[in-house]
């Protein structure tokens, strides 16, 4: 297979219809709107006005509360630290901070700090620093025989 000959699969595509554009393409002049009335004028948004009663969505209640503060942590699973450390990106014989997982390439970007969960299993003895952690991956790491310190000091470091 070559670059010219690839398609997409038959189906996958559908042709746009282009309206209004003279009597023989089957929608010229109306373009099927019909004739005359609001429906058939440009900008009319009749499905969101209800005539005057209460819209839908002001009648249904309002839940829930979001937190404008909130901070967003980059998260990493054990898993994860695992891999990129038998690939040899990082050493586990070093601290693993946060910037070490920045500059490995596991997590693009800090945000609020770094955040491990337990997800996968970790092997290695890693000593772990970050900002924060569940409490599964702090007793995955102690059982495989290092240490996972959550700090806050980790993230007001940048």
């Keep these: 297979m070559k670059l ?25 002049k109306t373009a099927g709107r019909g004739i005359k009335g609001q429906k058939s004028r440009s900008g009319v ?3 969101g006005y209800e005539g005057g009663q209460m819209p839908l969505y002001q009648r249904l209640p309002k839940r829930g509360f979001v937190k404008p503060n909130r901070k967003e942590y980059a998260v990493v699973n054990l898993g994860l630290i695992q891999k ?28 609020d700090g770094v955040r491990v969960l337990a997800k996968g299993e970790i092997t290695v003895k890693a000593a772990i620093s970050v900002t924060g952690a569940s409490k599964g991956a702090v007793a995955a790491v102690e059982k495989a025989g290092g240490t996972l310190t959550v700090s806050q000091a980790a993230a007001t470091a940048e």
Excluded at 87 to 105: C, F, Q, R
Aim: hydrophobic share 40%.
């Design 45 to 47: 948004a009749l499905g």
């Design 84 to 111: 990129f450390i038998d690939a040899g990106k990082i050493d586990a014989t070093a601290a693993i901070t946060e910037d070490v997982l920045l500059a490995s390439g596991v997590i693009r970007r800090k945000l």
């Design 4 to 28: 010219h000959e690839l398609r997409d699969n038959p189906g996958a595509t559908k042709k746009k219809v282009r309206v209004g554009r003279g009597p023989g393409s089957g929608l010229g």
